[in-house]
């Protein structure tokens, strides 16, 4: 039974060492992601959506005073 084990571990050991590279690989890579600022991706992002609720708050208060014109101009 432990020569089973022992061949199958053996067969299957390069599979898992690439994988466990391929991880680290990506996670060191992911750490030292950095945009052209300098700015770590994480940060970026964050920014990104900071700005777009600005814009979907400016965009819904424009909304509402067409739908008030709209409404003003119709009565």
């Known amino acids: 039974m432990s020569e089973e084990w022992v061949s199958l571990l053996v067969a299957w ?10 991880v680290v690989i990506a996670r060191w890579q992911g750490m030292r992601s950095r945009g052209p600022s300098g700015v770590s991706l994480i940060e970026l992002y964050e920014q990104q959506v900071a700005e777009t609720r600005k814009m979907n708050t400016t965009l819904e208060r424009i909304a509402v005073a067409l739908e008030q014109r709209a409404r003003q101009a119709g009565s």
């Open 13 to 22: 050991l390069p599979f898992i060492l690439l994988i466990v590279v391929l």
